[in-house]
């Protein structure tokens, strides 16, 4: 069964004060892992796909990494518009093309 | 612009009253997506559909009910046997293997 942990569940940070958000995945075989953003009483917003380990995207103040267990969205000097929630799904290559959705991260970035 | 709609953004049910959620994309993805989130829980997948006039069930389908009759609407029933429908409920769309594309959402409250 495909398992997807993302920590921490909260952070909070300063304005400038740059940090990682971390997503640990087991699946079957990866096919890709996506990144979004979600605002508050909204739908997530794809940012980004990684396909294989040791590729990176970025965009803005945001980078997205990956390992064989791991991702990482690293941000850099964020802004309090960078608030939001985050979340990282990986799709196996066995099954459905159904990706697996993490909990998430809520970050709060205080002017 | 293309895009994935919602509606309607509150809906309100009263005790033995089924409700449907309308979802309506225009981006000519083939797979749509029925989610639901509630806090602390993250994206929990109710029924999804790969092609016209077929879908599979998801990780939570009891109590809910869905129809693909034609390409681009998805829409969710949510039956008086769903004992605890409030919620936020999410639709998403894609072509398969690649990322989703989610609406704004629609949140049910008991009344």
């Known amino acids: 069964e495909d398992q997807v942990t993302q920590s921490p569940e909260a952070l909070r940070l300063q304005e400038g004060e740059s940090s990682s958000l971390n997503c640990s995945y087991t699946?079957?075989?990866?096919?890709?892992l996506f990144w979004y953003r979600q605002d508050p009483g909204k739908g997530p917003e794809f940012l980004f796909t990684?396909?294989?380990a040791g590729e990176e995207k970025e965009k803005e103040r945001l980078k997205a990494t990956l390992t064989k267990k791991e991702s990482f969205l690293h941000i850099t000097a964020p802004k309090p518009e960078d608030s939001a929630t985050y979340l990282c799904a990986p799709l196996s290559e066995g099954g459905s093309y159904i990706p697996t959705f993490g909990r998430g991260t809520s970050l709060i970035v205080h002017p | 612009d293309g895009g994935i709609t919602q509606s309607p953004k509150y809906l309100f049910r009263k005790e033995g009253q089924n409700v449907t959620l309308s979802c309506e994309q225009n981006l000519n993805h083939d797979a749509m997506y029925w989610y639901r989130q509630d806090p602390g829980q993250g994206l929990r997948l109710i029924y999804y559909s790969q092609i016209v006039n077929d879908f599979q069930k998801g990780d939570i389908a009891e109590g809910y009910s869905v129809s693909r009759e034609k390409k681009e609407s998805f829409p969710l029933t949510v039956t008086s046997a769903q004992k605890n429908p409030t919620a936020f409920y999410l639709c998403?769309?894609?072509?398969?293997?690649?990322?989703?594309?989610f609406g704004d959402g629609t949140r049910l409250s008991i009344l």
């Open positions: 699946v079957s075989g990866l096919r890709g």
């Open positions: 990684l396909y294989s």
């Open positions: 998403a769309s894609s072509y398969l293997n690649q990322p989703q594309h």
